[in-house]
C-alpha cells in the first residue's frame, strides 16, 4: 500500500481493570503541556543587546538533537522481547536511512533521512529536505499520566529515487514501525504505558484503509469521533482536532510487537 502522507492525532491505550480517562482530561492535559512548554521556553530565553533603540529580541534554546546510533543495549534481543535502540539503528541503515530524534521539553520530533552516498561523506545522514523520507512528532506527557501523544506521521514516497532505492527501503509499513517503535521506546522509557492516536477521517475512500493499516500495526478501536453528536463528540474534537476513529495501544505490547518485525528488517540482506 503506498502512502503520501499518514496522520496521527494523539496516542494512549488502557490497561485491563484500568478506568478509561476521560476525554476533557486528555483535553485539558495536551492544553498544559503545550503551555508548559511555551512557558518553558520563555524561562530559558537568553535577551539578545538591543541596538538603534530596537527593542531587546529574545533567542529561544534550540532543541538537543540525537541520532539513534548503535551503543550498548540493555534488553537482549535474543529472546523476542521489546526492540532496542540497536536494533532499530540497524533497521534503518538497512534501509539506507538514519533516525533521529530532536526534543523540545515533553515535545519530540523523529526524522528517517537518507544516507549519503557522496564521497567523503558517505554514511552520513543528507542534510538536504529531498533527504527526509519520513517525520513524526508528538509529545510524552510521564507518570502519574504516562501518556504518549502522536501527533502526525508522514512518509513521503515521492522522495524515493529510482528503483534500487525502493527496492533498499521497502515497504512503508517497516518504515512506519521504525518511527513509531523510536517514540514508543522513548515513552516507554520514560515510565509511560499508554498509546493513543486518531485515525484521520477526510470524507473519502482512505479512510477505512487507513484504520486498517493501524490495526496492523497493532492498535485497537476505541470509537468514531464525529458521529456521537456536538456535545459528546466536543472534548475529543478539542484534543485530536478532527473526525475519524480513536484507537489505543498498550506500549509495552506494541514494542515487543514491532520487535520482531525491527529484528527481521536488521537481519535482511
Known amino acids: 500500500m503506498t502512502i503520501e502522507r499518514v496522520s496521527m492525532d494523539g496516542c494512549r491505550s488502557v490497561w485491563p481493570n484500568e478506568p478509561e480517562q476521560s476525554p476533557l482530561l486528555n483535553c485539558l492535559l495536551s492544553i498544559a503541556f503545550r503551555t508548559f512548554s511555551i512557558a518553558g521556553k520563555m524561562a530559558t530565553a537568553t535577551p539578545r543587546p538591543s541596538f538603534a533603540g530596537l527593542a531587546p529580541r529574545f533567542r529561544v534554546n534550540r532543541p538537543r538533537h540525537t541520532r539513534c546510533t548503535a551503543r550498548a543495549s540493555t534488553s537482549a534481543s535474543a529472546d523476542g522481547g521489546m526492540v532496542t535502540r540497536d536494533e532499530i539503528a540497524t533497521a534503518a541503515k538497512k534501509r539506507g536511512l538514519a533516525v533521529e530524534t530532536s526534543t523540545s521539553g515533553p ?143 498498550n506500549l509495552q505490547q506494541l514494542l515487543s510487537k514491532w520487535g520482531g518485525i525491527v529484528r527481521k528488517q536488521a537481519a535482511a540482506q
Open 107 to 249: 515535545f519530540f520530533k523523529i526524522t528517517a533521512r537518507r544516507l549519503s552516498t557522496r564521497a567523503g561523506e558517505e554514511g552520513q545522514p543528507g542534510t538536504e529536505e529531498t533527504d527526509i523520507i519520513g517525520e513524526h512528532d508528538g509529545f510524552i506527557a510521564p507518570p502519574p499520566f504516562g501518556i504518549l501523544h502522536m501527533d502526525s506521521m508522514r512518509i513521503y514516497n515521492s522522495r524515493v529515487r529510482g528503483d534500487d532505492e525502493k527496492a533498499k527501503m521497502r515497504s512503508t509499513f517497516g518504515l512506519s514501525i521504525l518511527l513509531g517503535a523510536t517514540s514508543s521506546l522513548m515513552a516507554h522509557e520514560a515510565g509511560c504505558r499508554k498509546v493513543e492516536l486518531l485515525s484521520i477521517d477526510d470524507g473519502n475512500e482512505y479512510a477505512p484503509k487507513l484504520v486498517k493499516y493501524y490495526r496492523r500495526l497493532g492498535f485497537k478501536v476505541v470509537k468514531e469521533v464525529g458521529d456521537n453528536g456536538f456535545f459528546e463528540d466536543l472534548p475529543h474534537l478539542l484534543v485530536w482536532g478532527g473526525v475519524g476513529t480513536r484507537m489505543d495501544g
